[in-house]
């Protein structure tokens, strides 16, 4: 037995770059977002602005990688578990649009929950199917979960 795993390239590099676009059209729809965040009142743990873009990516790539591996994953649930992916990355487009370009600190903290709820029912979706897909989402919910904290700190102290 080799273990040999077949890649399919194609929708490798197509869940790439759905995960990966989302992160791009957030950060085009929201240019000046790292100036934004420099000159709000901020809480402690606020992490510096060159630190985000970082993260992001990475977490982008780790979504990308765990809807391939549901997409790849031959069971009756993934469909459904790929919608409700591909609706947690919309929300999460949104999000950035609110908070930085309205500057609605708060609507953007309660838009942030909903995102926050639907990577939980995707972690949850994720893991009927395939549980490494789901484990590979686990970071995501964790940053969001920070993400949280900073947001209404924000709204608290802006």
Known sequence: MTGNIKVNWKR???AMVISIG????SWLLTGNSMEIYRDLNKPVLSPPGQLFPIVWTILFILMGLASYIVCETRDDDRTEALILYG???VINIGWSV???NFGAFWLAFVWLMILWI????TI????????VA???MVPYLLWVTFA???NIAVAIMN
Request: charged share 5%; aromatic share 26%; no cysteine.
């Open 124 to 131: 949850w979706r994720f893991f009927n199917v395939n549980t």
């Open 118 to 121: 639907l990577i939980i029912f």
């Open 134 to 136: 789901a484990w590979l």
């Open 12 to 14: 490798l590099i197509l």
């Open 87 to 89: 609706v947690q990355l």
């Open 22 to 25: 989302a992160g791009v059209i």
């Open 148 to 150: 949280a904290y900073l």
């Open 98 to 100: 609110i908070f930085f």
